[in-house]
């Protein structure tokens, strides 16, 4: 093969690949519709996802993708047994469908197959083809997780015309119509400036007049004759000309203001995509996720045509999908729990999506247990984060916000799902960066509701500039509660803090130009004004008010980022250019609140290391191989390790010495690791001891099992890495 005809298939790969994500995207939603068991449409589902298939198998059969053709050759085959209702579908059969289109999406993906799954292809198609002949039940599909996927959009008009561009192009293009919002922001700005010079220059006409009054009233008294002001016949024509240019410069400014509104309006519209381009792959997300935990879970979307910048979409994908496992993992209970509690037994999550303010807001409900605010509280009490004096202060909305503490959790062990207290903090952190905020609401018993307030686009937001001393900063508008003007004796001093009072509620008051290490005053004399500027920033439940020498005016901004050599400087997000041509820093207002309110250090005094090094961990593990393994990965890490060979090795060793932490296997001879941690839990002295299983075994039931014996944390071997093995160590200690 030549090398036009090697980069002719590689395009085609690209464009095959585009297509086939359709194609699976659509699968999957017909397969979970199909789940739902609704006799008026399945005919009419199970033949939407023939077509796909076949559709997919003809595009595949064309790049030479012998495994895909053979695959939805024999996913054809179920579907058109299922068609002439020689089948009824089974919940086995639709699990064996849809990893069917799991291993299609490995096999045209980025990452391929392993060997292994390579070799259960065969075995795949094996089954679909065992499953046609199979005589066909009694009874219809089990009762299974309801979807409610979002309605297919309607038939395109007949004369609408679609073309493939490159998304970098538009994005490249995108970036240059961006960039025309500094040209409007620089001609408002000469547009200010000439106004500035006609009123100095009104100032200074009135001052000549009063002058050249008094000159005449004194020639007058004096009997002399007022000779002509030369100056005259130059001063009219140049006011005229200046009148005349401000004009001109206003009608300019208007006519580039409409132009470049409507020119970036346009080209965003080009890269906004509907919410459902990202929720596609949700109630397949939703439905294994559920079956991994045992649980049964319906997943609603609403508001799924709004329009969201491509870009935002793609920053905040693994936020939602951060969200709905915790829904699954935290919220949502199991089956027969729910029944206890008077509630079906399946669970139901909604994603909203909302617009409001030029802002969107994306809510992810789920019904299920709530968040229990005095087992929070506890949790943080135990990991250090707070005092039992600073928990007992906390209002139950300020305990909630412990949730987005990173290390802290309250599932009763790690796994590979959840359980390491991060989720929550990277999605708090990625909504931050994008200049959103984050909520939270939950009710005991009756579930929990997270929303993100993001910006419409990424490139640009709403934000206030303010000034300390002569150093102007960007506020962005999305974090500010409220500004205010305060009189100067309304500010309290209590100790060293400062705080006011705000709509009858005690705010605290930090120094902007302090917490920045700005000098702070403008020069002026403090009995010059009696009232001070205050920005308050933050949520309902959590606000602190930033004193600043002067709010300027709220704008559109242009975000310019720092460049990889400060990729990541606390307390700023950015930058922009103002009209003047100034650079102003953009802050981050996570950043500002965190450095405002500095946690004091739960082991003052003594060094991260020399704290590891006094822990001491058992590792009980019958092979040789993963017990070596074991122990370097946390001896390098700092902890003192011993080993044990099977259970009771462990036990034995458990009983004559002592240990901070026993990680174990759970298939071992003699004694397995949930008998050795069901004994560990029945002994006086061992009860508290953390434990971590490290298996081979990964069904929900065996999981259920270690939470049954006490286990603190269930990292299967199949997705094993270091960093889940350290950071639940870290965590339980």
């Given at each position: 093969?030549?090398?036009?005809?090697?980069?002719?298939?590689?395009?085609?790969l690209?464009t095959?690949k585009?297509e086939?994500?359709?194609?699976?995207t659509?699968m999957?939603?017909?397969?979970?519709?199909?789940?739902?068991?609704?006799?008026?449409?399945?005919?009419?589902?199970?033949?939407?996802v023939f077509?796909?298939s076949?559709?997919?198998?003809?595009?595949a059969?064309?790049?030479?993708l012998?495994?895909?053709?053979a695959?939805?050759?024999?996913?054809?085959?179920?579907?058109?047994?299922l068609?002439?209702?020689?089948?009824?579908?089974?919940?086995?059969?639709?699990?064996?469908l849809?990893?069917?289109?799991?291993?299609?999406?490995?096999l045209?993906?980025?990452?391929?197959?392993?060997?292994?799954?390579?070799s259960?292809?065969?075995?795949?198609?094996?089954g679909?083809?065992?499953?046609?002949e199979?005589?066909?039940p009694?009874?219809?599909?089990?009762?299974?997780?309801?979807?409610?996927?979002?309605?297919?959009?309607?038939?395109?008009?007949?004369?609408?015309?679609?073309?493939?561009?490159s998304?970098?192009?538009?994005?490249?293009?995108?970036?240059?119509?961006?960039?025309?919002?500094?040209v409007?922001?620089?001609?408002?700005?000469?547009?200010?400036?000439?106004?500035?010079?006609?009123?100095?220059?009104?100032?200074?006409?009135?001052?000549?007049?009063?002058?050249?009054?008094?000159a005449?009233?004194?020639?007058?008294?004096?009997?002399?004759?007022?000779?002509?002001?030369?100056?005259?016949?130059?001063?009219?024509?140049?006011?005229?000309?200046?009148?005349r240019?401000?004009?001109?410069?206003?009608s300019?400014?208007?006519s580039?203001?409409v132009?470049v509104?409507?020119?970036?309006?346009?080209t965003?519209?080009?890269?906004?995509?509907?919410?459902?381009?990202?929720?596609?792959?949700?109630?397949?997300?939703?439905?294994?996720?559920?079956?991994?935990?045992?649980?049964?879970t319906?997943l609603?979307?609403?508001?799924?045509?709004?329009?969201?910048?491509?870009?935002?979409?793609?920053?905040i994908?693994?936020?939602?999908?951060?969200?709905?496992?915790?829904?699954?993992?935290?919220?949502?209970e199991?089956?027969?729990?729910?029944?206890?509690?008077?509630?079906p037994?399946?669970?139901?999550?909604?994603?909203?999506?909302?617009?409001?303010?030029?802002?969107?807001?994306?809510?992810?409900?789920?019904d299920g247990?709530?968040?229990d605010?005095?087992?929070?509280k506890?949790?943080?009490?135990?990991?250090?984060?707070?005092?039992q004096?600073?928990a007992g202060?906390?209002?139950?909305?300020?305990?909630?916000?412990?949730?987005?503490?990173?290390?802290?959790?309250?599932?009763p062990?790690?796994?590979?799902?959840?359980?390491?207290?991060?989720?929550?903090?990277?999605?708090?952190?990625k909504v931050e960066?994008?200049?959103?905020?984050?909520?939270?609401?939950?009710?005991?018993g009756?579930?929990?509701?997270?929303?993100?307030?993001?910006?419409?686009?990424?490139?640009t937001?709403r934000?206030?500039?303010?000034?300390?001393?002569?150093?102007?900063?960007?506020?962005?508008?999305?974090?500010?509660?409220r500004?205010?003007?305060?009189?100067?004796?309304?500010?309290?001093t209590?100790?060293?803090?400062?705080?006011l009072?705000?709509?009858?509620?005690?705010?605290?008051?930090?120094?902007?130009?302090?917490?920045?290490?700005?000098?702070?005053?403008?020069?002026?004399?403090?009995a010059?004004t009696?009232?001070?500027q205050?920005?308050?920033?933050?949520?309902?439940?959590?606000?602190?008010?930033f004193?600043?020498?002067?709010?300027?005016?709220?704008?559109?901004?242009?975000?310019?980022?720092?460049?990889?050599?400060?990729?990541?400087?606390r307390?700023f997000?950015?930058?922009?250019?103002l009209g003047?041509?100034?650079?102003?820093p953009?802050?981050?207002?996570?950043?500002?609140?965190?450095?405002?309110?500095?946690?004091?250090?739960?082991?003052?005094?003594?060094?991260?290391?020399?704290?590891?090094?006094?822990?001491s961990?058992?590792?009980?593990?019958?092979?040789?191989t993963?017990r070596?393994?074991?122990?370097?990965?946390l001896e390098?890490?700092?902890?003192?390790?011993?080993v044990?060979?099977?259970?009771?090795d462990?036990?034995?060793?458990l009983s004559?010495e002592?240990?901070?932490?026993?990680?174990?296997?759970?298939?071992?001879p003699?004694m397995?690791?949930?008998?050795?941690?069901?004994?560990?839990?029945?002994?006086?002295?061992l009860?508290?001891?953390?434990?971590?299983?490290?298996?081979?075994?990964?069904?929900?039931?065996?999981?259920?099992?270690?939470?049954?014996?006490?286990?603190?944390?269930?990292?299967?071997?199949?997705?094993?890495?270091?960093?889940?093995?350290?950071?639940?160590?870290?965590?339980?200690?």
């Amino acid at each position: 093969m030549d090398r036009k005809d090697e980069e002719f298939r590689k395009r085609l790969l690209l464009t095959f690949k585009a297509e086939a994500q359709e194609h699976l995207t659509a699968m999957t939603s017909g397969l979970i519709e199909i789940e739902k068991g609704d006799p008026r449409r399945q005919g009419e589902t199970i033949e939407t996802v023939f077509r796909e298939s076949h559709n997919l198998k003809g595009a595949a059969r064309s790049v030479n993708l012998a495994d895909v053709v053979a695959i939805c050759q024999t996913v054809e085959n179920v579907l058109s047994a299922l068609k002439r209702a020689e089948l009824i579908p089974s919940s086995p059969m639709l699990d064996l469908l849809h990893k069917a289109v799991a291993f299609i999406g490995k096999l045209v993906g980025e990452e391929g197959l392993t060997a292994s799954e390579k070799s259960g292809v065969r075995e795949l198609i094996r089954g679909l083809e065992g499953e046609i002949e199979k005589p066909a039940p009694v009874s219809g599909l089990a009762n299974e997780p309801a979807r409610r996927l979002p309605a297919a959009p309607g038939p395109s008009p007949a004369h609408t015309a679609t073309i493939r561009i490159s998304v970098a192009k538009l994005d490249a293009l995108l970036l240059q119509v961006e960039e025309m919002l500094l040209v409007k922001l620089a001609m408002a700005q000469r547009v200010l400036d000439l106004k500035q010079v006609k009123k100095r220059f009104d100032l200074w006409q009135k001052e000549r007049a009063k002058r050249s009054y008094r000159a005449k009233r004194r020639q007058e008294i004096k009997g002399e004759v007022r000779s002509k002001d030369d100056i005259d016949s130059s001063i009219v024509p140049f006011e005229a000309a200046l009148t005349r240019v401000l004009k001109a410069a206003e009608s300019d400014q208007r006519s580039c203001s409409v132009m470049v509104d409507a020119l970036l309006a346009d080209t965003k519209k080009a890269l906004m995509l509907p919410f459902l381009s990202l929720l596609e792959s949700f109630p397949g997300l939703v439905r294994n996720l559920s079956r991994e935990a045992g649980k049964e879970t319906a997943l609603i979307i609403q508001g799924e045509q709004i329009e969201i910048d491509r870009r935002i979409l793609e920053e905040i994908k693994d936020p939602l999908i951060h969200l709905v496992r915790n829904c699954i993992d935290h919220g949502i209970e199991l089956p027969e729990e729910r029944l206890k509690k008077k509630k079906p037994p399946r669970g139901e999550i909604k994603i909203i999506v909302s617009s409001r303010d030029g802002m969107i807001e994306i809510a992810v409900f789920d019904d299920g247990a709530g968040i229990d605010t005095s087992n929070m509280k506890a949790v943080a009490e135990k990991s250090g984060f707070l005092s039992q004096e600073e928990a007992g202060r906390l209002s139950d909305g300020e305990s909630l916000l412990l949730a987005f503490r990173s290390g802290i959790t309250t599932s009763p062990m790690v796994t590979d799902l959840s359980g390491r207290g991060l989720g929550l903090a990277i999605v708090k952190e990625k909504v931050e960066k994008l200049n959103g905020r984050i909520e939270i609401e939950s009710q005991p018993g009756a579930g929990t509701t997270l929303r993100m307030i993001l910006p419409l686009t990424r490139a640009t937001f709403r934000g206030v500039v303010v000034r300390v001393n002569q150093q102007p900063f960007v506020l962005p508008s999305a974090n500010i509660r409220r500004v205010a003007r305060v009189k100067k004796e309304e500010i309290r001093t209590i100790g060293t803090r400062e705080s006011l009072t705000l709509d009858g509620r005690a705010v605290s008051l930090v120094r902007l130009g302090e917490v920045l290490r700005v000098p702070t005053g403008d020069n002026r004399s403090e009995a010059d004004t009696p009232f001070e500027q205050v920005v308050v920033l933050g949520s309902d439940e959590l606000q602190m008010a930033f004193l600043v020498d002067e709010i300027l005016h709220e704008q559109e901004v242009l975000v310019k980022p720092l460049g990889r050599q400060l990729l990541r400087v606390r307390n700023f997000s950015g930058a922009t250019i103002l009209g003047s041509g100034k650079v102003v820093p953009i802050l981050n207002v996570s950043d500002l609140m965190k450095s405002a309110v500095k946690a004091s250090s739960t082991y003052a005094g003594i060094p991260a290391e020399e704290r590891k090094k006094r822990i001491s961990i058992l590792v009980a593990e019958d092979s040789i191989t993963a017990r070596t393994l074991l122990r370097t990965i946390l001896e390098s890490a700092g902890y003192d390790v011993k080993v044990a060979v099977d259970g009771v090795d462990a036990f034995t060793r458990l009983s004559a010495e002592e240990f901070d932490l026993l990680v174990s296997d759970v298939d071992m001879p003699g004694m397995n690791g949930f008998d050795l941690t069901a004994k560990v839990r029945a002994d006086k002295k061992l009860s508290e001891l953390p434990v971590v299983l490290v298996t081979a075994l990964e069904s929900g039931e065996d999981k259920k099992r270690g939470i049954d014996v006490g286990a603190n944390a269930y990292i299967v071997k199949s997705s094993f890495d270091q960093s889940n093995l350290l950071k639940a160590v870290k965590r339980l200690i």
